[in-house]
């Protein structure tokens, strides 16, 4: 006779395993990375703003391409578990008003003024890496993979050192530009670790995973 409770254990650990394997590829860094280049980018001209919303807009088929590419032809075709909008979506919005109610305290105690628009401009690196913390934070527990703790924790550092750094006589004109010179360059060089760490786990990944000349087309999934 089976035990619903550890069957439940070995449905999750399947379910972690096959987010694992499916989120190996670095593509979310990528994306991530390019995002944030293309958000500081637009905030230097308009014109550039294509380089965010081009990922934004097609993700699904930018994805479903990389993956066509350089992930089933290695791996198999790893279908994981996606749970549904309804249950994700309450999740991120109570993690954003805490992270606005946790940020709001912090400024009444240390600045004494909330209503004061130079301190969330200041801060709005820190309030922006906060989301990117939130992010992380669950994709480690969808995979298990601790090397989303490290990007959680390397989004939190950028955020709070460009929210600390000064850059006087800087200014952007358009997008993010009027948040302050903090958030862009927070943009710009947080988006670029991104991407290096993604091209640096699809370089990993193609080298593990060599194409299988048999062409194996397995399916792992929950």
């Known amino acids: ?18 987010n694992r394997e499916a989120m190996q590829d ?16 637009a905030s230097v001209h308009l014109f550039l703003a294509a380089i965010y919303l081009i990922p ?6 930018i994805s479903e391409v990389f993956k066509r590419r350089f992930t089933y032809p290695r791996i198999g075709y ?21 992270v606005f109610a946790g940020l709001a305290v912090a400024f009444l105690l240390i600045f004494g003024d909330l ?23 669950y994709s480690h ?31 952007f004109p358009y997008l993010f530009g009027d948040w302050g010179p903090g ?3 927070f943009f710009l060089v947080t988006g670029s670790g991104f991407l290096l760490f993604g091209l640096s786990s699809l370089l990993w990944f193609i080298t593990r995973h060599p194409v299988d000349a048999a062409g194996d087309d397995c399916e792992i999934g929950a």
């Open 1 to 18: 006779m089976s035990d619903p409770e550890r069957d439940s254990v070995d449905i999750a650990t399947i379910e972690r395993r096959a």
């Open 141 to 171: 527990g969808r995979s298990g993979n601790r090397l989303y703790l490290a990007y959680a924790g390397f989004a939190l550092a950028s955020g709070i050192a460009f929210s600390l750094a000064s850059f006087e006589g800087m200014s």
């Open 183 to 185: 958030i862009v360059i």
């Open 78 to 98: 790893v279908k994981p578990h996606e749970e549904g909008a309804r249950k994700v979506l309450p999740g991120v919005f109570l993690y954003e008003i805490a």
């Open 115 to 137: 209503a004061d628009p130079q301190v969330w401009s200041r801060w709005s690196p820190l309030l922006f890496a906060m989301m990117l913390v939130g992010a992380y934070l």
């Open 26 to 41: 670095g593509l979310g860094e990528i994306l991530v990375g390019i995002i944030l280049i293309g958000m500081g980018a």
């Open 56 to 61: 934004l807009i097609l993700s699904r088929k």
